[in-house]
């Protein structure tokens, strides 16, 4: 599979769909839009220049990875050893998630800032004419 940003100046890609997508609902991934898919890192190839953002109002543990062109978030990335990496797959053909199950995890729970309607926890599938 291969995806790209809007300026086409990011190509990421990979050999397998994603398990599930992640729909995370904290601070960050709220404002970023990202719907993430995991992978470890030597299963993504990014080419194509990208630009780093590390949050400094918090532990810092992670980096977002956007296209300095057009400002697509392309992944994140643990600063620590770790096994596993989001990728944006808002960034691959919509076609090609059909199907697969969308997570809604509670992150502003877990950052202390109360929890989502219940309904939002239901895992739901991928679909093109979905109303998110």
Excluded at 24 to 47: D, M, Q
Excluded at 107 to 116: I, S
Excluded at 118 to 131: I, K, M, N, Y
Aim: glycine share 10%; net charge negative.
């Amino acid at each position: 599979m291969k995806g790209t940003c809007p300026c086409g100046g990011v190509t990421v890609t990979v050999l397998r769909k994603p398990e599930f997508l992640n729909s995370c609902n904290c601070t960050l991934c709220f404002r970023l839009g990202g719907l993430w898919g995991y992978y470890a890192p030597s299963e993504v190839t990014v080419e194509g220049e990208t630009k780093a953002f590390i949050r400094d109002d918090i532990e810092q543990f992670l980096q977002t990875n956007f296209c300095p062109t057009c400002s697509a978030t392309v992944s994140w990335t643990s600063l620590k050893p770790y096994d596993r990496m989001g990728l944006n797959m808002r960034l691959f053909d919509p076609d090609e998630l059909v199907g697969l199950p969308i997570r809604f995890p509670d992150g502003r729970a877990d950052e202390g800032e109360g929890e989502r309607p219940p309904a939002r926890h239901e895992e739901v599938l991928f679909a093109l004419d979905a109303p998110f």
